[in-house]
């Protein structure tokens, strides 16, 4: 190690508190500390190599180098670094940007609401709901409808969407109304002597049954993530989210989609929902949207939605809500830029491309006698490690295996997310079949080396 970095990892442990880390084994450990991207890979401050296998958190579409990011940023400081959205200010890159996105994403959405984060963007999402049935004169319609390990954000009201125990104990989560079905991950929670289809009845006839139970009208939304990333990359059984739609329509139960990781292409359609066959009233969106050059979600939302929100601002004489920094201008030109990238470069049409090369490569560690399931979709993929195939026993203590995958993969010179003892990988939408072999080459000598 360098004298700099030495001295920025004692920095780095004496005046930090990393996020989603155990701090006092971060202490005795330190930093990975990352010094510059290059295409799909980025360099430690050693100047060792990796494959970042994860697109930095499921999240760069466009690689680590993308120069037309930093000039549409540079132009956009110099014309109007900053200016605010409230009370009916504007400014053109966050008007071009609504209107791209509102003709991207399917019908019915027409609006779009700007944030800095995908948890931001969920909250906002639950008190724009909570404002609009309260304007319509029905107050009871405020529940939640979530799935255990789907993931939503992190602050009070996302993290309690968040169906993950991690993101709950000792935060006092869940802190609003929200009821969380069954993980729809037929590998885990299909029951002995259950196929696929069983399963989808299943979970099915249990949201029939909560609404039954909760009353409709006390149910605002039902949202999920079209495929789980986060929960450890899990695609929904057939005819899952058709059903969904299904009763959620017979109910008057809007459907949000939460597609901060799915939106753009990741699962080879241009949104999730699109792979999975339904049509949400609400879209989330994030991540991509910028290649997270810069900090920015939006929600997507349908035209009765704003006329209804609409309508209760005129009575209260104000819409209450909004960040400093909601459609900040860099923000908003830096994602029209990667969006247009995207679309010259056909990201999306390369992602659909190579998902079949992809997912073979995944899958064929299915036979590792450590890999209790190879799954994804699109360009999204996991394995989940199990201490016995036969039982789907998991590793004990719960991580283990994961983090020593993980430790192994640095030294192979790749970078994925170990959730618990699920290796998750979500490459840079710009890979090329070659990138993709090298990454199951290095995830193969990973693999072998395992304990
Ligand atoms: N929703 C989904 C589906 C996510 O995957 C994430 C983050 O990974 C979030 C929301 C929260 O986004 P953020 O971390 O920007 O708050």
């Known amino acids: 190690m360098s004298a700099l ?19 006092r084994q971060h202490e005795a450990t330190g930093p990975l500390i990352i010094a510059r991207g290059d295409g799909v890979r980025v360099y430690d401050d050693r100047g060792k190599e990796y494959i970042e296998g994860l697109a930095g958190l499921w999240s760069v579409a466009v690689g680590f180098s993308e120069k037309r990011l930093a000039d549409a940023a540079y132009k956009q400081m110099l014309q109007l670094p900053y200016y605010h959205t409230f009370s009916s200010k504007s400014h053109e890159p966050s008007i071009r940007l609504a209107e791209k996105l509102v003709e991207m994403t399917p019908e019915p959405l027409t609006r779009a609401f700007f944030t800095s984060s995908g948890s931001e963007a969920n909250d906002t999402i639950v ?7 309260n304007g319509l004169g029905r107050p009871q319609k405020k529940k939640f409808i979530s799935r255990v390990k789907g993931y939503h954000g992190i602050t009070v009201a ?29 590998y885990r929670f299909g029951q002995e002597g259950e196929d696929e289809a069983a399963f989808t009845a299943r979970l099915l006839a249990e949201l029939e049954a909560v609404i039954e139970a909760e009353g409709a009208d006390t149910i605002a939304a039902f949202i999920g993530e079209p495929l789980m990333a986060a929960g450890g990359v899990l695609p929904p059984p057939a005819g899952y989210w058709e059903g969904v739609e299904r009763i959620c329509r017979a109910n008057d139960i809007l459907i949000i989609s939460d597609e901060v990781i799915c939106g753009f292409g990741r699962l080879g359609t241009p949104f999730g929902c699109q792979k999975y066959n339904f049509t949400p009233d609400i879209i989330t969106l994030s991540k991509q949207i910028t290649s997270s050059y810069m900090p920015l979600a939006a929600v997507m939302f349908s035209e009765p939605i704003y006329q209804a929100i609409a309508d209760n601002s ?6 209450g809500h909004g960040f400093t920094a909601s459609g900040h201008p860099v923000a908003t030109a830096v994602a029209l830029e990667n969006l247009a990238i995207i679309e010259e470069k056909d990201l999306m049409g390369n992602a659909a491309r190579l998902e079949e090369k992809f997912q073979a490569g995944i899958r064929s560690f299915a036979d590792h006698p450590l890999v209790g399931e190879a799954r994804g979709a699109g360009l999204i993929g996991a394995l989940e490690l199990v201490a016995d195939k036969a039982t789907k026993r998991p590793f004990d203590p719960v991580g283990r295996a994961g983090a020593v995958a993980n430790r192994i993969g640095h030294e192979e010179g790749l970078i994925f997310r170990s959730i618990g003892d699920q290796l998750a990988l979500c490459p840079p939408m710009i890979v090329t079949e070659d990138d993709v072999a090298e990454i199951m080459a290095r995830l193969g000598r990973t693999m072998d080396r395992l304990p």
């Open 158 to 186: 996302s993290g309690s969407l968040t169906g993950l125990p991690g993101n709950h104990r000792d935060f006092d989560l869940p802190a609003i109304p929200v009821h969380h079905l069954t993980c729809p991950h037929f």
């Open 127 to 133: 008190k724009m709901i909570w404002f609009m049935n």
């Open 314 to 319: 005129a009575k209260l004489n104000n819409f």
């Open 5 to 23: 970095s030495n001295s920025l990892a004692a920095t780095d442990i004496a005046s930090t508190m990393h996020p989603y880390t155990n701090l």
